[in-house]
């Protein structure tokens, strides 16, 4: 069976999460969150950790139903903190790489190319 490889690019105000057959680079994305907050633009530190609950929640779904074997995070750092606590202990051990850049406005060509040079 090939592995899968999910690739989550997010800050605390959009996620994008693409997937990739083994360790290539081919990424589709198969879901772009965003952290819509109803009082305007700014986001408080509440919204982000509510966020990233969320992001998290989706990424744990996503291993509970087998649908990668394999996580790669590019994740603005202090969000990557936040994912990282609400992750559980075997979604943790599932990740091979952390990139600590906020990667998420790029579009997909432009992540792989970063991606590659790591």
């Given at each position: 069976m090939a592995v899968t490889t999910w690739v989550v690019v997010a800050d605390g105000s959009r996620?994008?999460?693409?997937?990739?057959?083994?360790?290539?680079?081919?990424?589709?994305?198969?879901?772009d969150l965003v952290n819509v907050v109803p009082n305007g633009p700014a986001l408080s530190e509440k919204d982000r950790e509510k966020f990233a609950k969320t992001v998290a929640?989706?990424?744990?779904?996503?291993?509970?139903?087998?649908?990668?074997?394999?996580?790669?995070f590019a994740v603005e750092p202090k969000f990557l903190g936040m994912l990282r606590e609400r992750l559980s202990e075997e979604t943790?051990?599932?990740?091979?790489?952390?990139?600590?850049?906020?990667?998420?406005?790029?579009?997909?060509?432009?992540?792989?190319?970063?991606?590659?040079?790591?």
């Open positions: 996620a994008r999460i693409f997937e990739t057959p083994g360790l290539k680079l081919d990424l589709r994305e198969i879901e929640d989706r990424v744990e779904q996503g291993r509970l139903h087998q649908r990668y074997q394999r996580l790669r943790r051990q599932m990740i091979f790489e952390e990139i600590n850049e906020d990667l998420s406005a790029l579009d997909a060509r432009e992540i792989q190319a970063h991606l590659r040079r790591h």
